[in-house]
């Protein structure tokens, strides 16, 4: 048995508004189905919610000739609409679960190419919400995810910036900083989304009080990933697991404070879980 610890637990845990207002939805719509429901890709980036939606009806498509049955949820980070037309030509209703913050921020992406800007955003390479957002845009949006890739980048004439949703802060700002200094008009949207905004923000300030960190949450989320990246950033012991099982007790020998953290697609009953392991792990008091 461990010494025991103390877990500072993040005070803005499990789902955010957008990831719960999706699972309902899908969840609903399973319940009032007949045929079949189906998503493009997971419905949101958490396999084991992935793998109960799947239980409750709510089926993954990969192909585009599975899109055919009763109705198509798009997941909260919205669809291409080459996918989206397959769904609508397989006879299937549209159930659109898109979180408001990322149909907010591609509204504003549309409007700014059309105001003749060279849109530059930054995002993660193939996300679903950059991947939707390149295929409407094709040309006119360029996207990067590194102050390299952004310096490789020819600006010419007014330039707008913008981000991903759940982008980490501190890159938009460095990026937005270096195009900065590179030409004469920048116009700066934030587009991060205020609930991933505010953990990070947690974040910060909580790796100076602790001396490991657990963040759960899927190891493809986005937002999970960069809460782990400021623990990593500041040389902290960090551990980026999705369920309990992945903790080793090795981890925290000699740890004295352990934060915890989650992602905006972690389920409260996979970080009650976690906690409970943690528990068995060393004994450990909740602060």
Known sequence: MLKAVDVIVARHMGFCGGVKRAVEMARNTAQSSEGSVYTWGPLIHNPQVVSRLEEAGVKVAEELDEL????????????????????????????????????RAHSLAFKLVEDGFQLIVVGDHGHPEMVTLKEVLGEKVTIVHTRDEAAAVKLRGRIAVMSQTTQSMENFRQIVGDLAL?????????????????????????????EALVVIGGHHSANTTR????????E???????????????????????????GASTPEWIIAEVLQKLEEIGSISHE
Not at 84 to 97: F, H, N, P
Not at 189 to 204: D, G, K
């Open 227 to 234: 809460l782990a990246e400021i623990g990593r950033g500041r």
């Open 182 to 210: 590179r030409t004469k008009e920048l116009k700066v949207v934030n587009t991060l989304c205020p609930a991933i905004t505010v953990r990070q923000e947690e974040a910060e300030v909580m790796v100076e009080e602790v």
């Open 236 to 262: 902290l012991p960090t551990y980026h697991i999705e369920v309990p099982d992945e903790l080793d007790p090795a981890w925290f020998s000699g740890v004295r404070k352990v934060g915890v953290m989650s």
């Open 68 to 103: 055919a049955g009763d109705a198509f949820v798009v997941s909260a980070y919205g669809v291409e609409h080459s996918v989206l037309e397959a769904a609508k030509a397989g006879g299937m209703r549209i159930v659109d679960a898109t979180c408001p913050v990322v149909i």
